[in-house]
């Protein structure tokens, strides 16, 4: 894990993932950095309170300076065996079975190796009233980039992906009742009735 320096009003720690803006790239989705619990302390409340941060690292030759989004943050404390302690920060609204803030949107951030699609559908299936199969995970993953639901987050640092999503629900029931209507295969195929050969549909 590489550790990069991260700076607030004279305040000093480390940080190993940062998750920005894709196209502004000076806002903050997802941050991770250690340090001794004051100055982690101080670095997390300059962001919070609108005195943003800088980043020194060598990511890409440049020092960028960030602030934090309108939306609110979680932020999980640990403490570790050295003394030192982690924090990490985060949207509310990755959080399992949290719409406080909008009930169509939620954030998935996760290592490369996991499995996204998986994890977006425990969430969609969270936030919608629609009843859904988890075969259905990689056809919905396609139906919210062609609709434009989905953002890739950019990875400033680190190793972890993050992904914006927001929908319109009546939009995704018309297009799961359509599909049902015309027997898409990556829809139906879950009620077929198992071991079948002729392609009928399972009785309910």
């Not at 670095?43 to 980043?55: P, Q």
């Not at 988890?134 to 434009?148: D, K, M, N, T, Y």
Request: one cysteine or more; hydrophobic letters at 40%; glycine letters at 8%.
């Amino acid at each position: 894990m590489k550790l990069y320096p991260i700076r607030a009003m004279g305040i000093r720690a480390f940080c190993s993932d940062v998750i920005v803006d894709p196209e502004e790239m000076d806002t903050i989705y997802f941050l991770s950095v250690a340090g001794y619990q004051a100055t982690v302390k101080g670095i997390i409340a300059n962001l919070l309170e609108h005195y943003g941060i800088e980043i020194g690292i060598d990511i890409d030759g440049h020092t960028h300076y960030l602030g934090r989004l309108d939306i609110g943050y979680r932020v999980q404390v640990k403490k570790m065996p050295s003394g030192l302690v982690h924090a990490i920060l985060f949207p509310r609204l990755a959080l399992p079975k949290n719409d406080e803030e909008d009930p169509n949107a939620f954030y998935i951030f996760a290592e490369e190796n996991e499995d996204i699609t998986a994890r977006f559908f425990r969430h969609l299936e969270e936030k919608s009233d629609i009843p859904m199969h988890p075969s259905w995970a990689g056809w919905l993953w396609q139906i919210f980039e062609r609709e434009q639901w989905l953002i890739g987050l950019c990875t400033l640092a680190g190793t972890y992906k993050g992904y914006s999503f927001r929908f319109d629900p009546e939009e995704l029931h018309d297009l799961v009742s359509r599909a049902l209507r015309n027997e898409e295969p990556a829809i139906i195929d879950c009620m077929r009735r198992k071991g079948g050969s002729d392609g009928k549909l399972g009785s309910a």
